[in-house]
């Protein structure tokens, strides 16, 4: 079984974890990650845009003219779709874009988006993320030594840290979650996906479970 790296947060090696994509999903179906994608990106939607029909633009009922006899074509309202000012032919109405997924398939597609993230060497195991206090500076210095400068990065702890997470907020394309909040989209989004090794065993362990 391959065994990917586990640094500290100095970016120094200190020993090695086992994993293979197969240990999350036994295989990445690309078509089941596009949908589950595109369900969170629709359900993200605000679905408010709206416009005005004929009937709800200002503007007089009267004929503009005469039936017959001006060589103009006939016309009845000046709030017609046809003429500058009036409503739109075909308005837009409110609506709501949300719709799911069944729930075994979204936690499917979760597991492949993590084991697409060790297929393509895109996954940083860190053995221990923890701060007294939320630093900024501190979080920087860790992404730097660990080669995720200035790279979008998804930081996956085992449970919601606080200070982590304020530690984060601030850096330009860094996201934290922790890992009952992953999803599909949060984690293909990113380039790369940087995760403490407790978080590394809380997805093994509900992988195995989720795959009974």
Known sequence: MPELPVYDRSGKKVGSYAIEPTDLA?????????????????NRRQGSAKSKSRSEVS??????YRQKGTGNARAGSRRSGVRRGGGHIFARRPRDYTYRMPRKAVQLATRMAVASKIKDDQLVIVDELKFDQPQTKEMAGVLKSLGLAGMSTLVTTESLDENVYKSARNIQKVAVSPVADLNALAVLKPGRMLVTKAALDVIKQKASNGSK
């Open 59 to 64: 503007g007089s009922t009267k004929k503009m």
């Open 26 to 42: 036994p295989h990445i179906n690309k078509q089941l990650l596009h949908e589950a994608v595109v369900m969170y990106q629709a």
